[in-house]
Each structure stands twice: as C-alpha cells, then as structure tokens.
C-alpha cells in the first residue's frame, strides 16, 4: 500500500498536489497533512487527505473526482 | 502521543460543531486521524489480500465538521465513517452481494447497510461497517455505475454546495450551464440515479431467469420462459437507452468550462 497527500481545491476543481509515500513513510504522509492543514486554515475550501491505495491508478478509480471532471465522469460511462 | 478518550472526542466534536477549528482542534483532529489510522489500514490490507484494490481515507476536517453539524446529536465518538475505505468494481448486484459475502466473512464485527434498498438521496451502495482494533471503518462497495453517480454528485457538491447531498438545492439553481441550469442538472442526476437502479435491477431479473431456465433444464423439464425472458430482455434494453439518454444529456451541459468543477 502506498499514501498520498492530496492536497485539492475544491471551489475550482484543481488537483495541486499529489505526493506519493512508501508504506514505511506513512506516519510521515499523516504529520505533512496535518501541517499542510493548518497551513490552509484559512482557506476552507483547500480540502488536505491522505489517501491509502495499492496505487496511483488504483486511486483513480476509487476516488476519481479529484482527478476528473464532471465532463470526463460522465464520458466514462458513454 | 496521549491516548484520546471518548469523553475528550465528544468534547471536541461540540467544539467543531459551534466554531471554526483553532489550532489546537486541528491538532487533536491530527491526534484522532492517528487513532483510526492503525485499523484504516488493517483493513485496506484486507481487502488488498482478497484481490481488491481498494481506495482508504479519514474523514477530511471539512466533511467531518460538516457531518457534526448536520447531525448534532451525534457524538464524534460514535461516528462510525471517520475513517473509510472504498472498493469499486465492474460487477453485478449479485456479484456485489457475494463480494460483500467475501468482504464480511473476514471480519469477526460488522454491520450491513444496503444503501441499493435504502438510498440516501440517490446515493446507492452496500456499506459494511467492521470494528477493527477497536474502531468503526466503514467500506463502501459500489459497482461502476453507483460509484460514478456518487463521485459526480461529489464533485459538484464542492462548487454548488454540499446540501446537494441532501436534497437542497445547488446554489445559484437557476444560473444556466448550456440547456441546463444548475437545478436541472441535479434534477437530471436523481433521474440518473433511479436509471442506474433500473437496469442493475433488471440484470438481476434476468440473471434469475436464466438460472431457472439451466435448472428447469437440467431437470429435463421444458421451461418455456422464453416469453418471460424476452419481456425482461426488452425491459432492460428501454432501461439503458433512458440510462444512456440521461448520461448523455448530463454530459452534453458539463463540458469543462461551463460547469466550474
């Protein structure tokens, strides 16, 4: 299993950031969150999560809104 | 770290439903995180072991704030979906029942809801919630379809307002997005919903038929089911040309640009 920190903003869509940790490195991905959250604080609408998956691909089917469009979700299924 | 008691989450979780995080909450929130991280990966690890690729994530500050405040009652400590995981398959309903089957009979604790029977404003899926060292984690089971109604329903919820999860309507509902306005298109994404629901459930019929049909058969009886099963054939070909029309429509007002996510 690997972690990313996703770091997303969610009033324009935007993908900022995606960094992928090794399984060793998972406390480490959990403590980068945390800065990076109280880094934002004031910008609600920059959401921070660390996201557990065997991998990139993997998650980008489990949790394809942050890396597709309305447009694109849509022409998945047509 | 300190070990956080329930007592201490609840206080927090009344804190976060009346004001802002300060940085001491989002510290503790960190500190919470860490209590469901060991589980939340006990059980991605299981799902892995079972040939699933599953996807595992604590509850965003965000959504967990949004979740106390929606639900005041509800302790933080009782929450039982802070930390998730989620698998998502090309599969049928009942082979997502069996995958549910495979999924349970790992866990010794766990609780079936059937979002399919129950749906939650369009929001279909099976969810297990398994206790694991000591802590709910919540795995959600959707088939392709389920999953992209709910991920576009996500997506959109950031830009025009998470109430759209819930019923409300989107913000600005009249601002137009090419042939739709905003209130149209979440209109057009619950008759999608029950469109997706349509032909999983029709699958199932026909499934069902065919296996009465073999075992009729294998009997040596004749089963003339051919009438019945054209009917549903037919069924379920209306079905996804309306799922399809639907989808399409939807697809045609979001080209990027016009809908900001």
Redesign the interface.
């Known amino acids: 299993m690997s972690f990313f920190l996703v770091v997303y903003d969610r009033s324009t869509g935007e993908l900022r950031e995606l960094t992928e940790f090794s399984e060793d490195e998972a406390a480490r991905a959990r403590r980068e969150r945390l800065k990076r959250e109280l880094a934002e604080r004031e910008h609600p609408e920059i959401e921070v999560v660390v996201l557990t998956s065997p991998s990139r691909k993997a998650l980008e089917r489990t949790h394809a809104r942050y890396f597709k469009s309305v447009s694109e979700l849509t022409a998945t299924a047509l | 770290m300190t070990q956080l008691s329930n007592r201490q989450l609840d206080r927090l979780g009344d804190r976060l439903r009346i004001s802002?995080?300060t940085?001491e909450d989002?510290?503790l929130?960190?500190q919470v995180?860490?209590l469901y991280?060991g589980a939340?990966?006990e059980v991605?690890?299981v799902l892995?072991d079972l040939d699933l690729?599953?996807?595992?994530?604590?509850k965003?500050?965000?959504t967990l704030v949004d979740k106390l405040r929606r639900m005041p009652e509800l302790p933080l400590s009782k929450m039982q979906d802070i930390a998730g995981?989620?698998?998502?398959a090309e599969m049928t309903r009942e082979e997502q029942d069996r995958l549910v089957e495979r999924i349970t009979a790992r866990f010794d604790s766990y609780r079936v809801k059937d979002r399919r029977i129950e749906p939650s404003f369009g929001y279909r899926a099976v969810h297990i919630i398994v206790r694991v060292q000591g802590r709910p984690v919540e795995i959600q089971v959707r088939t392709?379809?389920q999953?992209?109604w709910a991920?576009?329903v996500?997506?959109?919820a950031?830009?025009w307002g998470r109430q759209i999860r819930y019923g409300e309507p989107p913000s600005e509902p009249d601002l137009r997005l090419r042939e739709l306005t905003r209130q149209q298109f979440v209109d057009g994404l619950m008759q999608l919903s029950s469109a997706v629901d349509e032909v999983e459930r029709a699958k199932v019929l026909l499934a069902e038929l065919d296996r009465l049909d073999e075992e009729l058969r294998a009997r040596g009886e004749e089963p003339e089911l051919d009438e019945e099963m054209a009917a549903v054939r037919a069924q379920l070909e209306g079905r996804e040309r309306r799922l399809?029309a639907t989808?399409?429509r939807?697809?045609g007002a979001?080209?990027?640009g016009t809908?900001?996510?």
Not at chain 2, 53 to 58: D, F, K, V, W
């Open positions: 802002d995080p940085a989002l510290e929130l960190g995180g860490e991280a939340l990966d991605t690890r892995a690729e599953p996807g595992g994530r604590p965003t500050v965000g995981a989620r698998v998502v392709r379809l999953d992209l991920q576009i996500e997506r959109l950031d830009a399809r989808l399409e939807l697809h979001s080209t990027r809908l900001a996510p």
